[in-house]
């Protein structure tokens, strides 16, 4: 299907903003290699866990009882080793990544992270902070590229503050640039000029480091519905105008079966809540992708439910986590919800381990677990009829419906 070329002037108005930009057209040439490669199949894996802070550690026993069910289910082994990261980190080595962390996730075939921080490190100077430790994990393993998944579940479509006719059959996929923009740009800091302190950050792209993320998103996109909204500010940024540029070209080459869209990110803000089934992949740069993926979490209804990846060089492991936080006020009392980490392990197993089936099982897991009507308190909605479960009982219950399923074969990655 080819989509005419529009080209349109802007007209400076406050509904600039809000106008929508057509779908751009595309030449017949053959798409380049794909960022989306995994590890070749195997029988053993080395696989690095980083609980980090809060209720990392529980959500990652609860995790690893499900891997270690599904891997003596489908014949392979995963051989799973701890390592550092966080607030755990600076109290145990004054360092929010250290060096023997970094080597074994580089030595490992993909990498599995809990959550970091916590109330007790947030007055910390900026290099001791926990936030700290993931900048320097996504940096020194060039892990570019975070895809985030915001799927609506039948079971789970009432948790969602947005009306069931909103959110019903909404599945979006947010590919976000994650190493460069402004929280990586230089130069930075805070300066006293005239006598009073200036803070500043540099916005800043570079031309290759666009074309790999749209690479990226045009093989996300390519895989799901072919659908793909380039979000920017070109109206105002002149880091926006390059944005938009690249990825047109990227996509017009290399991608002519996808259509592309481009939205102004106030509008894209608005139209989430608005119009989410609009939506199928959407991509943009480090700080609009950082807020718009969190909105888009919230049409689940909970980001105790939501997967992430992060993926860089093909030759390189990802890291798979959860979005949400580490809840620091419920650690340690068997009220997290391991689900998004669980959910987050059969993205590893899709993108990394190249065992699609297996991570297929791993989902259908968690379906099957929501449908028996298990809630951890973050789903539990009042008059619902669903049975209240801590952490450990939810990981239990999914390691049993692991053994229990019969797997799908040849599922194809999306």
């Known amino acids: 299907m080819k989509f005419p070329i529009v080209i349109t002037s802007l007209l400076f108005t406050s509904t600039a903003a809000f106008a929508p930009i057509p779908p751009q057209s595309h030449s017949t040439t053959k798409p380049s290699s794909s960022y989306l490669q995994a590890v070749s199949r195997k029988d053993s894996y080395d696989i690095t866990l980083l609980p980090g802070d809060g209720i990392g550690p529980e959500i990652t026993q609860a995790t690893k009882k499900v891997l270690l069910a599904l891997g003596q289910k489908c014949g392979f082994e995963m051989n799973l080793r701890e390592a550092l990261i966080g607030g755990c980190a600076i109290d145990a080595k004054n360092d929010p990544f250290p060096q023997e962390s970094l080597d074994q996730c580089l030595a490992s075939d993909s990498v599995l992270l809990a959550c970091i921080g916590g109330y007790k490190w947030d007055k910390n100077p900026r290099e001791l902070r926990p936030e700290t430790g993931l900048l320097k994990m996504r940096k020194e393993m060039g892990l570019f590229a975070n895809l985030r998944p915001a799927k609506v579940l039948p079971q789970l479509i009432d948790a969602s503050t947005l009306k069931r006719e909103v959110v019903e059959g909404v599945d979006v996929m947010v590919v976000r640039e994650l190493t460069g923009d402004v929280y990586f740009g230089t130069p930075k800091g805070i300066d006293v000029v005239d ?10 792209y570079s031309e290759s480091e666009i ?3 749209a690479r990226v998103a045009g093989d996300v996109a390519s895989k799901r519905n072919g659908k793909l909204c380039s979000v920017d500010k070109a109206n105002v940024l002149d880091v926006s105008q390059l944005w938009r540029d690249v990825v047109t070209d990227v996509m017009t080459k290399d991608f002519p079966n996808v259509e592309l869209s481009h939205m102004y990110v106030d509008n894209a803000a608005m139209q989430l809540i608005r119009w989410p089934k609009q939506f199928d992949t959407i991509v943009c740069g480090n700080i609009f992708g950082d807020i718009l993926s969190d909105e888009a979490s919230m049409l689940v209804g909970s980001l105790g439910m939501l997967p992430s990846a992060s993926i860089g060089d093909a030759n390189g492991p990802g890291v798979f986590e959860p979005c949400h936080g580490s809840a620091p006020d419920i ?8 689900l998004a980490m669980i959910l987050s392990a059969a993205m590893m197993l899709k993108y990394d381990l190249d065992r699609p089936d297996e991570a297929q099982l791993l ?9 028996q009507g298990l809630r951890t308190a973050d789903i539990k909605q009042e008059g619902d009829g669903c049975e209240l479960v801590g952490c450990v009982e939810m ?7 692991v053994e229990m399923l019969e797997m799908k074969k040849n599922v194809i990655v999306a």
Request: net charge negative; glycine share 10%.
């Open 331 to 338: 650690a340690g009392q068997n009220k997290a919800n391991p």
């Open 363 to 371: 989902e259908d897991a968690v379906e099957a677990v929501l449908d």
């Open 211 to 213: 074309d790999r993320i």
């Open 395 to 401: 990981g239990e219950a999914v390691a049993k419906q």
């Open 195 to 204: 006598g009073q302190r200036v803070g500043y950050n540099n916005m800043i």
